[in-house]
C-alpha cells in the first residue's frame, strides 16, 4: 500500500472509530436482570439483535437467575437496575421493597387467563393421572415457593378439589426439577418453559398432566424500585421500545429465537428451544391492561386465601402504566399482530383498579 492510501485509509477508520465511541458516549447504560427461562429471551434479543442500540440505549445483562426471588435479590443489591419478575414481586412488596410493573414481559393484556407457558409433570410410576388432577392427593410435588409455579400447581390443586395440605409441595429450583423426578425424590413438579418439556424428553416414562389451562392469569413484569423508575422515565421508555421491538420480532421468528435462548438458558438445546418456543409466543405480549392489574390481584388474593401470604396490597400503588402506555402509543405497529384489547380492559395513565 502506498504512503498517501495507508494514511487515507487510517484517518478513515480513525473517523469510524471516533463515531463509535461518540455514539457509545451517547447512549444510556443501563442493567438489566432475568430467570433462565424462556418467556424471558425477549430482553437478550433486543440486545443481540440491537433494538436497544436503535433506541439510545447500552444495555448490560446479569446472568440468568434461577428464580425471580434471586432477580430481586439482585436488584435490591444494586447489581440491576430493572429485571423481570412475576409472583416474586409480591413477596417483596409486602417485605417492604417498594416495587413497580412498568409493562409485562410475559403474559397477556388482551385476555385474563394466560398460562400457556406453565405444565405439571409427573413419573409413570407417581400414580398421577393426566386429566385427573384429584389423583395429586398425597403425592410431593416440587415447585419453587413463592414463584408463578407456585401459584399455578396451587391452581391446579383447587381445581382438584384439594386443599394444599393434601399435597406434599417441595421447594425446588426449576433446573433442579427433573434430577428430583429422576431420582425420585419427588412425584411431579410444577414449572415454567423449558424445564417440562425436558423433563418429558430426558426422563424415562416422564407425562405431562396439564399444560396451561387458563387456571391462572400469568404474571411476569418489568420491574424497577419506585426511586429510580421516578427518575428514569425516558430510560424506561426506551427499555420497554425496545423489548418490545424484540417480542414482535419473536413473534415472527420463533425458530431464531429459539437459537437465541439456547445462549442464554443453561444447557438448553435447539430442539427443546423451538419446542418450547412455540407456547412462549402466545404469551410474549409487553402491554398492560385492567387484565394485568387483575392478574396480580387475584394472585394475592389467591395466596393469601389459602394462607401463604398474611396480608396484601393495592395493586394501584405498585403498577405504572404511563411509559408503556407512550410506548403503545408511539409506536404502535410494534403491537398490530396482538390481539386487541378488548374496550372495557383499555386504561388510561391514572387508572385506578377496582376489584
Known sequence: MRRREFLGAAIAGAALAGSGAARAQGMTKIKAGMVSAIDQIGLPIALERGFFEKYGLEVEIARPYATGVDALNALQA?????VQVGVPMIGAVLRGMDLVALGNYSGSAAK????STMALIASEASGIRKGDLASLKGKRVAASFGTINHLYILALIEKAGLTPGEVTLVNTPPPDMTVALLSKGVDAFSAWDPWPIVAVRDVPGAVEIIRGGDVISYLGFNVATRDWTARNG???EKFLAGVSEADQWMRKNPKRAAQVATRWVP?????IAEAAMEFNIQQADRRLSANNYAALHSAQQRLHRLGFLKDTFDVNK????KHILKVMADHAGLFADLPPIPEAAQIKPGYVFRA
Open 234 to 236: 425516558e430510560t424506561i
Open 112 to 115: 385474563l387467563g394466560a398460562d
Open 78 to 82: 444494586g447489581e440491576t437496575q430493572i
Open 267 to 271: 444447557g438448553l438445546k435447539q430442539e
Open 318 to 321: 405498585h403498577i405504572e402504566p
